[in-house]
């Protein structure tokens, strides 16, 4: 391996603290046998995982004057089998330590090995390149209308308000489509449903389409109602908006616009 230049202390410490993640880190165990494998003393195995791993890289950084022990770390860490069973653990990883990486100029690929990159000196560009949320909507072929209304919240990982967002631009949509200018279920209710919709999926001649339009009602009712709403009104404290949670949302708002895709103003 060519020599690496000595890490920046606040940069170890960021990366450690990814590593050895109370919630999504690597154990004690596996730190233990990882800092074994690349010769690395384990210094304070007593204290917290991530204080104890940045203990041990730094020591070996200051005795060695060469940052190589991180990188080494992190590729053993970061070997793609060792995910085969958890790739959410392997995604969240990869894309927090990018974050952290972009700022000495390395990155994690996908094959799990660190690699040179150009320095970011600035958060914003620095979570753009890890882009983690935007890159698993993408990966699931997302339709461009759940994107545009986000994106800014998306650069952040912004789940809380990425998905606000997200459902705020279905109920833009769907006013661009009808011309209303109501919310909620009563802009639903007058642009899909009674006798007179104003947006449908099919002639509504038979029971089936009128089965599916009234289906297609309840469900963007339902969006409104149950996610929308309390995200829109509720402090973030009180509602907690994870990852995954926010993947699946915004996956079902794409289901809702590529519907609104086939809907026509009569």
């Given at each position: ?44 195995s ?47 990883r ?22 040179r ?45 990425a ?36 947006l449908?999926f ?18 963007l ?37 590529r ?8």
């Amino acid at each position: 391996m060519e020599r690496i230049e000595s890490f920046d202390s606040q940069h170890l410490e960021a990366a450690c603290q990814v590593l050895a993640d109370t919630e999504r880190g690597l154990t004690g165990s596996q730190i233990e046998r990882l800092l074994q494998e690349i010769n690395v003393e384990d210094v304070s195995s007593e204290l917290a995982k991530w204080k104890r791993l940045f203990n041990a890289l730094a020591g070996a950084q200051n005795k060695h004057h060469v940052g190589n022990h991180l990188i080494m770390f992190i590729n053993r860490a970061m070997n793609p089998v060792s995910y085969a069973r958890d790739k959410a653990a392997f995604d969240w990883r990869r894309s927090k330590l990018n974050v952290v990486l972009a700022f000495s100029g390395f990155q994690v690929r996908e094959d799990g090995k660190v690699a040179r990159s150009s320095k970011e000196t600035t958060l914003k560009g620095a979570l753009a390149r890890a882009g983690h949320l935007q890159a698993a909507l993408e990966s699931r072929n997302v339709h461009p209308e759940v994107l545009k209304y986000c994106r800014a919240e998306l650069l952040e990982e912004n789940y809380f308000h990425a998905v606000l967002e997200a459902t705020k631009g279905v109920a833009q949509r769907i006013r661009d489509m009808s011309g209303l200018g109501s919310d909620g279920a009563d802009l639903v209710n007058t642009a899909f449903s009674g006798k007179s919709p104003i947006l449908t999926f099919s002639s509504l001649e038979t029971e089936t389409d009128k089965s599916e339009q009234r289906g297609f009602s309840n469900l963007l009712i339902g969006l409104f109602g149950a996610i929308r709403n309390p995200v829109a009104h509720a402090p973030k404290i009180s509602w907690p908006m994870s990852e995954l949670d926010a993947l699946d949302i915004m996956t079902f708002i794409s289901f809702v616009h590529r519907k609104l895709d086939g809907a026509v103003k009569i």
